[in-house]
């Protein structure tokens, strides 16, 4: 059974243990990953995601299967709300409402539901389950920061998300929106 | 000023819908007897049912995050009461109620 709930992320704890490890190992090999050697991958990383999660802006949520068992995280904050311009098409441009950024979601291999080929689903959706734990509406305008391979071929169940690693990099994103230039 | 800006066609807000929960837990499943926060008042779970004109529902509102639990006897509201998020977990509605085998990844 999976139940839904806060992740523990006092120093130490399992649930940190998890997040961090499953974050790093999965994003490493992702083109969106940044210049950062791999010797140095561990070390540089788990400090950063480390940060992200200590913000008070930040919430973590787990899928757990008994006590011992976790299936899956995201991490994020629900509240954020920024306003961007996107093209519409011509010389048109219109002011999208963006609401919450998801920094990451993991969820086991095991236990994934991507669409087979033809067209069926399987699978237990954890993932979207975690996205509904922390308040994002799939379909709707959102944030993400980290992209991946799984992001890419997932890009239809959430077509209006929009790739924004500024929204981690920087803790006043919200203020001044550093976009790419 | 000019209002370009301010009159610029804007996207509608999303609308999130509640999720349905099954049960809340207190403790953690298969963990120490230890409640995740005093406010449980004792109780193990809160589970939603319907019986003998008594209806249980739960549901958890993640813009406001806290669960809502109404009791419903023969149509009237009987009681309701919200439990904040990090007091509980929950398993959604939509969950089948048999225990799943666990694969290790």
Redesign the interface.
């Given at each position: 059974m999976k139940v839904y709930g806060l992740a523990d992320l006092s120093p130490g704890s399992d649930d940190r243990a998890f997040v961090i490890a499953t974050w790093s190992s999965s994003y490493k090999s992702s083109h969106f990953a940044g210049m950062i050697a791999a010797e140095d991958w561990a070390t540089v990383m788990h400090a950063q995601i480390g940060k992200l999660l200590d913000r008070p802006d930040t919430r973590t949520l787990v899928a757990r299967g008994g006590r011992d068992f976790l299936y899956g995280f995201i991490a994020g904050d629900p509240d954020l709300r920024v306003t961007l311009s996107e093209p519409a098409g011509g010389r048109r441009w219109v002011d999208v409402e963006y609401v919450g950024v998801v920094h990451y979601v993991y969820v086991k291999d095991a236990f994934r539901s991507e669409a087979h080929p033809d067209g069926s689903r399987g699978g237990p959706r954890i993932a979207r389950g975690l996205l509904g734990a922390l308040g994002i509406e799939p379909a709707q305008p959102f944030l993400y920061t980290c992209r991946t391979g799984v992001v890419a071929r997932l890009q239809e169940k959430i077509p209006r998300a929009r790739f924004a690693p500024a929204a981690a990099r920087y803790t006043n994103y919200r203020d001044h929106q550093h976009e790419q230039r | 000023m000019s209002n370009d800006n301010r009159d610029?066609?804007?996207?509608a807000?999303?609308?999130?819908e509640p999720?349905r929960v099954r049960e809340l837990?207190f403790f953690?499943?298969?963990?120490?007897p230890l409640p995740?926060s005093n406010s449980g008042g004792g109780r193990g779970k809160i589970a939603a049912r319907e019986k003998e004109g008594t209806r249980i529902t739960i549901q958890?509102e993640?813009?406001l995050?806290h669960h809502r639990v109404r009791e419903v006897v023969h149509g009237k509201l009987k009681v309701e009461f919200c439990i904040p998020?990090?007091a509980?977990?929950?398993?959604?509605e939509d969950?089948p109620a048999e225990?799943?085998p666990?694969?290790?990844?």
């Open positions: - | 610029r066609p804007r996207a807000a999303p609308l999130l999720i837990w953690m499943p298969g963990g120490p995740m958890f993640p813009w995050r998020e990090s509980v977990v929950y398993v959604p969950q225990p799943e666990e694969r290790k990844a």
